[in-house]
Protein backbone atom coordinates (compact mmCIF):
# COMPACT_ATOMS: atom_id res chain seq x y z
CA UNK A 1 0.00 0.00 0.00
CA UNK A 2 1.57 3.32 -0.78
CA UNK A 3 1.88 6.26 1.31
CA UNK A 4 -0.99 8.87 0.80
CA UNK A 5 1.60 11.67 0.59
CA UNK A 6 3.44 9.77 -2.53
CA UNK A 7 0.28 9.43 -4.51
CA UNK A 8 -0.36 11.95 -7.75
CA UNK A 9 -3.57 12.07 -9.99
CA UNK A 10 -2.21 13.22 -13.65
CA UNK A 11 -4.94 15.09 -15.07
CA UNK A 12 -5.31 15.44 -18.69
CA UNK A 13 -8.33 17.50 -20.46
CA UNK A 14 -8.54 16.71 -23.94
CA UNK A 15 -10.53 17.19 -27.11
CA UNK A 16 -7.98 15.49 -29.94
CA UNK A 17 -7.00 12.36 -27.64
CA UNK A 18 -3.62 12.51 -30.27
CA UNK A 19 -2.11 9.60 -29.04
CA UNK A 20 1.77 11.27 -30.51
CA UNK A 21 1.28 13.45 -27.51
CA UNK A 22 -0.02 11.37 -24.94
CA UNK A 23 1.62 8.42 -25.22
CA UNK A 24 5.14 9.72 -24.33
CA UNK A 25 3.64 11.34 -21.56
CA UNK A 26 1.73 8.57 -20.05
CA UNK A 27 4.92 6.23 -20.58
CA UNK A 28 7.30 9.37 -18.58
CA UNK A 29 9.61 7.40 -16.37
CA UNK A 30 8.58 7.35 -12.63
CA UNK A 31 10.02 7.04 -9.22
CA UNK A 32 9.67 3.68 -8.21
CA UNK A 33 8.41 4.56 -4.75
CA UNK A 34 5.30 6.59 -5.87
CA UNK A 35 2.24 5.95 -6.99
CA UNK A 36 0.89 7.41 -10.40
CA UNK A 37 -2.59 7.24 -11.86
CA UNK A 38 -3.76 8.87 -15.09
CA UNK A 39 -7.06 10.37 -15.98
CA UNK A 40 -7.78 11.69 -19.19
CA UNK A 41 -11.06 13.19 -19.57
CA UNK A 42 -12.32 13.74 -23.29
CA UNK A 43 -14.31 16.84 -24.03
CA UNK A 44 -15.79 15.74 -27.03
CA UNK A 45 -18.86 13.03 -27.51
CA UNK A 46 -17.74 12.63 -31.31
CA UNK A 47 -14.06 11.55 -30.44
CA UNK A 48 -12.32 8.49 -31.92
CA UNK A 49 -10.47 6.71 -29.38
CA UNK A 50 -7.02 5.22 -30.69
CA UNK A 51 -6.64 0.98 -30.94
CA UNK A 52 -3.13 2.44 -28.44
CA UNK A 53 -5.29 4.21 -25.84
CA UNK A 54 -8.46 2.07 -25.76
CA UNK A 55 -6.05 -0.85 -25.13
CA UNK A 56 -4.66 1.18 -22.11
CA UNK A 57 -7.94 1.94 -20.88
CA UNK A 58 -8.64 -1.44 -20.95
CA UNK A 59 -5.37 -2.64 -18.55
CA UNK A 60 -6.65 -0.06 -16.34
CA UNK A 61 -3.39 1.72 -17.10
CA UNK A 62 -5.38 4.97 -17.97
CA UNK A 63 -9.02 6.16 -16.67
CA UNK A 64 -10.24 7.46 -19.70
CA UNK A 65 -13.54 9.69 -19.30
CA UNK A 66 -15.43 11.20 -22.91
CA UNK A 67 -18.18 13.71 -22.03
CA UNK A 68 -21.35 12.69 -23.33
CA UNK A 69 -21.83 16.81 -23.78
CA UNK A 70 -19.22 19.40 -24.25
CA UNK A 71 -18.47 20.86 -20.66
CA UNK A 72 -15.37 22.85 -20.91
CA UNK A 73 -12.00 23.50 -19.86
CA UNK A 74 -13.19 24.27 -16.26
CA UNK A 75 -15.28 21.35 -15.75
CA UNK A 76 -13.24 18.90 -17.35
CA UNK A 77 -10.74 19.37 -14.88
CA UNK A 78 -12.91 18.92 -12.05
CA UNK A 79 -14.20 15.88 -13.28
CA UNK A 80 -10.70 14.21 -13.26
CA UNK A 81 -9.87 16.05 -9.80
CA UNK A 82 -13.09 14.18 -8.34
CA UNK A 83 -12.44 10.69 -9.88
CA UNK A 84 -9.20 10.60 -8.46
CA UNK A 85 -7.63 10.86 -4.71
CA UNK A 86 -4.36 11.26 -4.83
CA UNK A 87 -2.39 13.51 -2.52
CA UNK A 88 -1.16 15.86 -5.24
CA UNK A 89 -2.58 16.78 -8.89
CA UNK A 90 -0.63 17.27 -11.66
CA UNK A 91 -2.43 19.21 -14.39
CA UNK A 92 -0.80 19.00 -18.30
CA UNK A 93 -2.16 19.33 -21.65
CA UNK A 94 -2.72 16.86 -24.13
CA UNK A 95 -0.55 18.53 -26.52
CA UNK A 96 2.78 19.14 -24.97
CA UNK A 97 6.37 17.24 -25.21
CA UNK A 98 7.55 16.91 -21.65
CA UNK A 99 11.10 16.22 -20.41
CA UNK A 100 11.72 12.84 -18.88
CA UNK A 101 12.68 13.60 -16.01
CA UNK A 102 9.29 15.48 -14.84
CA UNK A 103 7.85 13.38 -12.79
CA UNK A 104 10.82 13.00 -10.42
CA UNK A 105 11.82 17.00 -10.35
CA UNK A 106 8.40 16.94 -9.03
CA UNK A 107 8.60 14.20 -6.64
CA UNK A 108 11.84 15.49 -5.60
CA UNK A 109 10.36 19.10 -5.05
CA UNK A 110 7.27 17.45 -3.00
CA UNK A 111 9.94 15.54 -0.71
CA UNK A 112 11.55 19.08 0.20
CA UNK A 113 8.26 20.65 0.70
CA UNK A 114 5.46 18.56 1.54
CA UNK A 115 3.58 21.30 2.86
CA UNK A 116 3.66 23.84 -0.17
CA UNK A 117 0.45 24.46 -2.52
CA UNK A 118 2.00 23.40 -5.07
CA UNK A 119 4.10 23.79 -7.83
CA UNK A 120 4.10 26.01 -11.14
CA UNK A 121 6.37 24.12 -13.27
CA UNK A 122 7.89 25.48 -16.56
CA UNK A 123 5.57 25.38 -20.04
CA UNK A 124 8.55 26.36 -22.92
CA UNK A 125 7.92 26.96 -26.06
CA UNK A 126 9.92 26.32 -29.96
CA UNK A 127 11.91 29.33 -31.08
CA UNK A 128 9.61 31.03 -32.94
CA UNK A 129 9.35 30.11 -36.40
CA UNK A 130 7.42 32.86 -38.18
CA UNK A 131 6.87 36.52 -37.78
CA UNK A 132 3.56 35.66 -35.99
CA UNK A 133 5.08 34.07 -33.03
CA UNK A 134 8.05 36.38 -32.35
CA UNK A 135 4.96 38.70 -32.09
CA UNK A 136 3.66 36.55 -29.37
CA UNK A 137 6.56 36.34 -27.74
CA UNK A 138 7.31 39.82 -28.08
CA UNK A 139 3.72 40.87 -27.26
CA UNK A 140 4.16 39.03 -23.61
CA UNK A 141 1.88 36.26 -24.25
CA UNK A 142 3.98 33.57 -23.37
CA UNK A 143 5.31 35.20 -20.47
CA UNK A 144 2.94 33.77 -17.83
CA UNK A 145 4.03 30.14 -19.28
CA UNK A 146 7.58 30.60 -18.28
CA UNK A 147 6.97 32.10 -15.34
CA UNK A 148 8.84 29.56 -13.66
CA UNK A 149 12.54 31.28 -15.38
CA UNK A 150 12.32 34.19 -13.42
CA UNK A 151 10.17 33.88 -10.29
CA UNK A 152 10.71 31.76 -7.51
CA UNK A 153 7.01 31.47 -5.98
CA UNK A 154 4.13 32.85 -7.48
CA UNK A 155 -0.14 33.01 -7.00
CA UNK A 156 -0.73 30.86 -10.35
CA UNK A 157 0.51 29.06 -13.11
CA UNK A 158 -0.83 28.10 -16.63
CA UNK A 159 -2.64 24.59 -16.02
CA UNK A 160 -0.13 22.82 -19.15
CA UNK A 161 2.02 22.08 -16.33
CA UNK A 162 1.22 23.11 -12.85
CA UNK A 163 0.78 20.52 -9.54
CA UNK A 164 -1.67 21.60 -6.87
CA UNK A 165 -1.88 19.94 -3.10
CA UNK A 166 -5.01 18.00 -2.58
CA UNK A 167 -5.26 19.05 1.16
CA UNK A 168 -4.64 22.51 -0.23
CA UNK A 169 -7.21 22.73 -2.43
CA UNK A 170 -9.84 21.50 -0.49
CA UNK A 171 -13.15 21.61 -1.81
CA UNK A 172 -12.25 24.75 -4.38
CA UNK A 173 -12.44 23.72 -7.81
CA UNK A 174 -12.03 25.21 -10.85
CA UNK A 175 -15.30 28.12 -11.70
CA UNK A 176 -18.12 27.41 -14.33
CA UNK A 177 -18.44 30.79 -14.74
CA UNK A 178 -15.54 31.57 -17.56
CA UNK A 179 -16.04 30.06 -20.84
CA UNK A 180 -16.18 26.75 -21.71
CA UNK A 181 -13.04 27.38 -24.17
CA UNK A 182 -10.87 27.81 -21.57
CA UNK A 183 -9.35 31.50 -20.47
CA UNK A 184 -9.60 32.97 -16.44
CA UNK A 185 -9.85 29.59 -14.54
CA UNK A 186 -6.42 28.58 -14.27
CA UNK A 187 -5.95 32.06 -13.01
CA UNK A 188 -8.74 32.11 -10.61
CA UNK A 189 -8.44 29.04 -8.79
CA UNK A 190 -4.52 29.25 -7.78
CA UNK A 191 -5.64 33.28 -6.71
CA UNK A 192 -8.37 31.34 -4.75
CA UNK A 193 -6.48 28.99 -2.57
CA UNK A 194 -3.12 31.18 -2.49
CA UNK A 195 -5.41 33.95 -0.73
CA UNK A 196 -7.34 31.23 1.27
CA UNK A 197 -3.53 30.26 2.46
CA UNK A 198 -2.13 33.71 3.06
CA UNK A 199 1.07 31.68 0.31
CA UNK A 200 1.84 31.46 -2.60
CA UNK A 201 2.59 28.19 -5.22
CA UNK A 202 6.72 27.14 -5.37
CA UNK A 203 8.37 27.85 -8.73
CA UNK A 204 9.66 24.53 -10.54
CA UNK A 205 12.26 25.40 -13.41
CA UNK A 206 13.43 21.74 -13.12
CA UNK A 207 9.45 20.16 -14.08
CA UNK A 208 10.13 21.49 -18.12
CA UNK A 209 7.47 20.78 -20.64
CA UNK A 210 7.38 22.24 -24.14
CA UNK A 211 4.09 23.33 -25.68
CA UNK A 212 4.03 23.73 -29.72
CA UNK A 213 3.42 26.60 -31.50
CA UNK A 214 -0.62 27.29 -31.76
CA UNK A 215 -2.01 26.41 -34.77
CA UNK A 216 1.30 26.35 -36.12
CA UNK A 217 2.92 29.17 -35.68
CA UNK A 218 0.14 30.48 -38.13
CA UNK A 219 -1.79 34.02 -37.55
CA UNK A 220 -4.59 33.47 -35.28
CA UNK A 221 -6.58 35.64 -33.29
CA UNK A 222 -9.50 34.05 -31.27
CA UNK A 223 -7.50 32.38 -28.64
CA UNK A 224 -6.14 35.70 -27.67
CA UNK A 225 -9.96 37.23 -27.73
CA UNK A 226 -10.51 34.26 -25.36
CA UNK A 227 -7.53 35.52 -22.74
CA UNK A 228 -8.68 38.92 -22.80
CA UNK A 229 -12.63 37.34 -21.94
CA UNK A 230 -11.14 35.32 -19.24
CA UNK A 231 -9.31 38.24 -17.75
CA UNK A 232 -12.94 39.63 -17.95
CA UNK A 233 -13.85 37.12 -15.79
CA UNK A 234 -11.38 37.33 -13.39
CA UNK A 235 -11.19 40.99 -12.51
CA UNK A 236 -14.92 40.82 -10.59
CA UNK A 237 -14.00 38.28 -8.74
CA UNK A 238 -10.99 40.07 -7.29
CA UNK A 239 -12.35 43.26 -6.81
CA UNK A 240 -9.52 44.77 -4.10
CA UNK A 241 -6.81 43.86 -6.62
CA UNK A 242 -7.98 45.98 -9.33
CA UNK A 243 -7.26 49.52 -10.21
CA UNK A 244 -7.14 51.79 -13.62
CA UNK A 245 -5.13 52.83 -16.04
CA UNK A 246 -4.44 54.67 -19.14
CA UNK A 247 -6.39 53.70 -22.17
CA UNK A 248 -5.53 51.13 -24.43
CA UNK A 249 -6.06 51.39 -28.30
CA UNK A 250 -9.52 50.16 -28.17
CA UNK A 251 -10.83 51.77 -25.51
CA UNK A 252 -9.24 55.25 -27.01
CA UNK A 253 -11.27 54.38 -30.01
CA UNK A 254 -14.38 53.96 -28.43
CA UNK A 255 -13.81 57.29 -26.21
CA UNK A 256 -12.93 59.32 -29.98
CA UNK A 257 -16.45 57.92 -31.28
CA UNK A 258 -18.33 58.70 -28.03
CA UNK A 259 -16.83 62.36 -28.34
CA UNK A 260 -17.01 62.27 -31.95
CA UNK A 261 -19.79 65.08 -32.11
CA UNK A 262 -18.41 67.31 -30.06
CA UNK A 263 -14.59 67.35 -31.62
CA UNK A 264 -16.49 67.32 -35.00
CA UNK A 265 -18.68 70.20 -33.84
CA UNK A 266 -15.56 71.85 -32.51
CA UNK A 267 -12.47 70.90 -35.04
CA UNK A 268 -13.94 69.09 -38.14
CA UNK A 269 -15.08 65.18 -38.86
CA UNK A 270 -11.15 65.43 -40.85
CA UNK A 271 -9.62 65.98 -37.50
CA UNK A 272 -11.68 63.47 -35.86
CA UNK A 273 -10.12 60.89 -38.46
CA UNK A 274 -6.95 62.23 -37.98
CA UNK A 275 -7.52 61.29 -34.17
CA UNK A 276 -8.71 57.95 -35.10
CA UNK A 277 -5.63 57.46 -37.29
CA UNK A 278 -3.40 58.28 -34.41
CA UNK A 279 -4.31 55.98 -31.96
CA UNK A 280 -3.09 53.18 -34.37
CA UNK A 281 -0.52 54.66 -35.47
CA UNK A 282 1.44 55.62 -32.49
CA UNK A 283 0.51 52.31 -31.25
CA UNK A 284 2.41 50.32 -34.41
CA UNK A 285 5.16 52.56 -34.24
CA UNK A 286 5.88 51.94 -30.76
CA UNK A 287 5.03 48.01 -31.26
CA UNK A 288 7.68 48.48 -33.84
CA UNK A 289 10.37 49.90 -31.07
CA UNK A 290 9.93 47.16 -28.81
CA UNK A 291 9.88 44.52 -31.50
CA UNK A 292 13.40 46.26 -32.77
CA UNK A 293 14.63 46.01 -28.95
CA UNK A 294 14.02 42.13 -29.18
CA UNK A 295 15.43 42.04 -32.54
CA UNK A 296 12.37 41.80 -34.75
CA UNK A 297 11.40 45.20 -35.87
CA UNK A 298 9.59 44.63 -39.13
CA UNK A 299 6.38 46.27 -39.90
CA UNK A 300 4.80 42.34 -40.01
CA UNK A 301 5.86 42.01 -36.49
CA UNK A 302 4.43 45.64 -35.33
CA UNK A 303 1.25 44.88 -36.89
CA UNK A 304 0.87 41.44 -35.83
CA UNK A 305 2.01 42.79 -32.05
CA UNK A 306 -0.89 45.15 -32.17
CA UNK A 307 -3.84 43.11 -33.31
CA UNK A 308 -2.58 40.81 -30.43
CA UNK A 309 -2.17 42.71 -27.93
CA UNK A 310 -5.86 44.54 -28.98
CA UNK A 311 -7.39 41.27 -29.77
CA UNK A 312 -7.23 40.65 -25.59
CA UNK A 313 -8.27 44.22 -25.34
CA UNK A 314 -11.09 43.87 -27.12
CA UNK A 315 -11.80 40.68 -25.51
CA UNK A 316 -11.26 42.31 -22.30
CA UNK A 317 -13.78 45.07 -22.90
CA UNK A 318 -16.76 43.57 -24.50
CA UNK A 319 -16.98 41.07 -21.90
CA UNK A 320 -16.23 43.71 -18.82
CA UNK A 321 -18.80 46.14 -20.30
CA UNK A 322 -21.43 43.05 -20.05
CA UNK A 323 -20.54 41.84 -16.64
CA UNK A 324 -19.86 45.14 -14.79
CA UNK A 325 -20.86 47.90 -17.20
CA UNK A 326 -18.53 50.96 -17.31
CA UNK A 327 -17.68 50.54 -14.22
CA UNK A 328 -15.16 47.61 -16.33
CA UNK A 329 -14.05 50.98 -18.65
CA UNK A 330 -9.96 51.36 -18.31
CA UNK A 331 -9.77 48.84 -15.58
CA UNK A 332 -6.80 46.76 -14.76
CA UNK A 333 -5.74 43.69 -12.63
CA UNK A 334 -2.23 43.30 -11.66
CA UNK A 335 -0.86 39.43 -13.07
CA UNK A 336 1.15 39.07 -9.78
CA UNK A 337 -2.12 40.22 -8.28
CA UNK A 338 0.43 42.54 -6.33
CA UNK A 339 -1.85 45.31 -4.40
CA UNK A 340 -2.71 47.81 -7.15
CA UNK A 341 -2.06 51.90 -7.41
CA UNK A 342 -4.75 53.51 -8.18
CA UNK A 343 -3.35 54.38 -11.36
CA UNK A 344 -0.36 53.36 -12.61
CA UNK A 345 2.34 55.02 -14.87
CA UNK A 346 3.74 53.05 -18.07
CA UNK A 347 6.09 54.67 -20.05
CA UNK A 348 4.89 53.08 -22.86
CA UNK A 349 1.33 54.38 -22.83
CA UNK A 350 2.53 57.90 -21.21
CA UNK A 351 4.50 58.30 -24.72
CA UNK A 352 1.41 57.98 -26.84
CA UNK A 353 -0.32 60.06 -24.05
CA UNK A 354 2.62 62.54 -24.75
CA UNK A 355 2.17 62.00 -28.52
CA UNK A 356 -1.50 62.35 -29.06
CA UNK A 357 -1.81 65.89 -27.03
CA UNK A 358 1.03 67.47 -29.36
CA UNK A 359 -1.32 66.29 -32.01
CA UNK A 360 -4.39 67.50 -30.81
CA UNK A 361 -2.77 71.01 -29.88
CA UNK A 362 -1.30 70.84 -33.49
CA UNK A 363 -4.94 70.40 -34.54
CA UNK A 364 -7.16 72.83 -32.44
CA UNK A 365 -4.08 75.60 -33.56
CA UNK A 366 -4.26 74.47 -36.98
Not at 59 to 72: V, Y
Not at 150 to 162: C, L, R, S
Not at 191 to 211: D, M, P, W, Y
Not at 332 to 341: A, E, G, L, T
Amino acid sequence: MHHLSKSVDIIIPSFRLDEQYLLPVIQLPKPADWAFRYYIVVDNPGVKVSPAIQQLADAGAIQLFINPENLGAAESRNKGINAGNGAWILFLDDDIVADNNLLFAYTAAITKNEQALGFIGLTDFPDPISSFTKSVDVAGLTANFKIANIKDEYMWGVTANMMYNRAAMQELRFSDVFPKSGGGEDVDLPVQISIRHNSKFKCLKEAKVTHPWWNNGKAHFDRFVRYGVGNAHVLPRFKKYTWYGFPNPIESTVLLCVLAPLIIYFLSWQKWLVLVAAVWVFEMALNYIRASLKGYGTLTTAYYMTRLRCSVEWGLLKTGLTLQGPRAFMQRINVDFSRPHHFRLNRWRITKIILFVILLTILIIW
